[in-house]
């Protein structure tokens, strides 16, 4: 009994090790070579984008928090700082969730799931559509980040 149990869970990880197919709808019947490849390449130059900002996440958390402190700090001065520091903030909080929404979405759409609801044309829309949405969360990203590190560099100098 013990062995054709051993059997049995060797044959099923052996069986389930076999399948490479990671990617079962790449394969359908349903789009040529061509097509699967130009939809990576829509998906891996969407991609790129992504990889270049994704690292600035830390950086704006740091800068969000630093300028919260100083905004703190400079609620009792005669100053315009702080609802510039709490605007920096709140720009920088608006680029983040942007981020973190383009993830969630894009998630939901993976190329996987494309393939099994969309034709060519209908994938190569969406990565697009995608493509654009990406790209105005790094151009938000990266002036927000920009601008909040000037506030943060202004206020160093000032109290320096």
């Known amino acids: 009994m013990r062995t054709i149990l051993a059997l049995s869970a060797t044959l099923l990880l052996l069986l389930s090790a076999c399948n490479t197919n990671t990617s079962p709808s790449a394969t359908d019947s349903s789009f040529s070579e061509e097509e699967i490849a ?26 969000q928090r630093e300028l919260e402190q100083l905004a703190e700090a400079a609620q009792v001065e005669g100053n315009d700082f702080h609802p510039r520091a709490i605007e920096a903030t709140a720009n920088l909080e608006t680029a983040i969730d942007g981020m973190m929404s383009w993830m969630q979405h894009i ?22 559509k995608e493509a654009l949405a990406i790209g105005e969360v790094r151009d938000q990203m990266t002036s927000s980040l920009t601008a909040a590190k000037e506030l943060i560099a202004e206020r160093s100098t000032t109290i320096d």
């Open 38 to 63: 130009a939809q990576q390449q829509a998906w891996d130059d969407m991609m790129v984008v992504h990889d270049e900002v994704m690292p600035l996440m830390n950086d704006m958390i740091a800068a």
């Open 107 to 128: 998630g939901e759409n993976k190329l996987d799931i494309l393939r099994t609801s969309h034709d060519h044309a209908g994938i190569l829309a969406v990565l697009d």
